[in-house]
């Protein structure tokens, strides 16, 4: 990608490799809840992982002007952490959710990978973008 996407270009993108990446996440987490009879915060877990997978091959190929300054292993390195920290939100918000606010696990989802979502933008446009 070259370096004068705007940051209107990189929300749009964002959101659809979000969308995309949601709907692995949302799907793998079901599937792995409804058939597989895992807990769904195991579930929730393990759906998330297989996101960020997704999501971090397609935010240095497309969204992101990543710099080049770092190797792409210190690249992907960055981006788990952030991500560990995004799953980390995503699972204490789910747990309240869920347990303590009683809300169906499904819609819960939605709402943790909202916010998760802007925590992520933010978080990969500093770190990633930036070579910090």
Same mark, same amino acid.
């Given at each position: 990608?070259?370096n004068?996407?705007t940051?209107?270009?990189?929300i749009?993108? /964002?959101a659809?490799?979000?969308?995309?990446a949601?709907v692995?996440?949302?799907?793998?987490m079901i599937?792995?809840t409804?058939v597989?009879?895992?807990?769904?915060?195991i579930?929730s877990?393990?759906s998330?992982?297989?996101s960020?997978?997704?999501n971090?091959i397609m935010?240095?190929?497309?969204?992101?002007n990543v710099?080049g300054?770092?190797?792409?292993?210190?690249?992907?390195?960055?981006?788990?952490?952030?991500?560990?920290?995004?799953?980390?939100? %995503?699972s204490l918000?789910?747990?309240?959710?869920?347990?303590?606010?009683?809300? /169906?696990?499904?819609?819960?989802?939605i709402?943790a990978?909202a916010?998760?979502?802007?925590? %992520?933008?933010?978080?990969r446009?500093?770190?990633?973008?930036?070579?910090?």
């Amino acid at each position: 990608m070259d370096n004068k996407t705007t940051l209107m270009q990189q929300i749009i993108r /964002f959101a659809f490799v979000g969308g995309g990446a949601f709907v692995i996440d949302y799907g793998v987490m079901i599937f792995l809840t409804e058939v597989g009879g895992l807990n769904y915060l195991i579930s929730s877990a393990i759906s998330f992982t297989v996101s960020v997978i997704f999501n971090y091959i397609m935010s240095v190929k497309w969204v992101f002007n990543v710099s080049g300054e770092r190797s792409q292993t210190q690249d992907f390195a960055v981006f788990i952490v952030l991500s560990v920290i995004g799953l980390g939100i %995503n699972s204490l918000i789910m747990w309240i959710a869920v347990d303590k606010f009683h809300i /169906f696990y499904m819609i819960s989802k939605i709402g943790a990978t909202a916010i998760v979502m802007v925590y %992520n933008f933010i978080t990969r446009k500093i770190f990633l973008e930036n070579g910090k």
